[in-house]
């Protein structure tokens, strides 16, 4: 059981890491080529107001920003599986007690 927690936990880790960075990269790469568009105006604020959020939490660099946002929502997503493999455990001892397991 142990193995099991402890892949679904990395599993999680991964999947947390990867799906802010994947998301940063769409919106980035959007108001990029939004540059083109009829919008080009919108795109460029949106593009600046990205970079200038991303400078803050990077401490002036971009790639650092993304990283540091990819492991908080990382850290986040692993604390929701332990909690939940706590209160899976704690929920069937209750229930073992109770008598609802059998």
Same mark, same amino acid.
């Given at each position: 059981?142990? *193995?099991?927690l402890?892949s &679904?936990l990395?599993?999680? #880790?991964?999947? %947390?890491?990867? +799906?802010?960075?994947?998301? #940063?990269?769409v ?7 939004? *540059?083109?568009?009829?919008? &080009?105006?919108? @795109?460029?604020?949106? $593009?600046?107001y990205?970079?200038?959020? #991303? ?10 920003g993304? +990283?540091i946002? %990819? #492991?908080? +929502? @990382? ?9 939940? +493999?706590? $209160?899976h455990?704690?929920?069937? $001892?209750?229930?073992?007690r ?5």
């Amino acid at each position: 059981m142990g *193995a099991q927690l402890l892949s &679904s936990l990395i599993l999680t #880790l991964v999947i %947390c890491f990867i +799906v802010p960075a994947v998301g #940063l990269g769409v919106v980035f790469a959007t108001l990029v080529l939004g *540059a083109w568009s009829p919008l &080009s105006t919108l @795109s460029e604020i949106g $593009k600046d107001y990205l970079v200038t959020f #991303l400078l803050t939490f990077g401490a002036g660099d971009i790639i650092h920003g993304v +990283v540091i946002i %990819c #492991l908080t +929502v @990382s850290i986040v997503g692993g604390l929701f599986d332990l909690f939940t +493999v706590y $209160k899976h455990l704690y929920l069937n $001892k209750t229930w073992e007690r109770t008598g609802f397991l059998g």
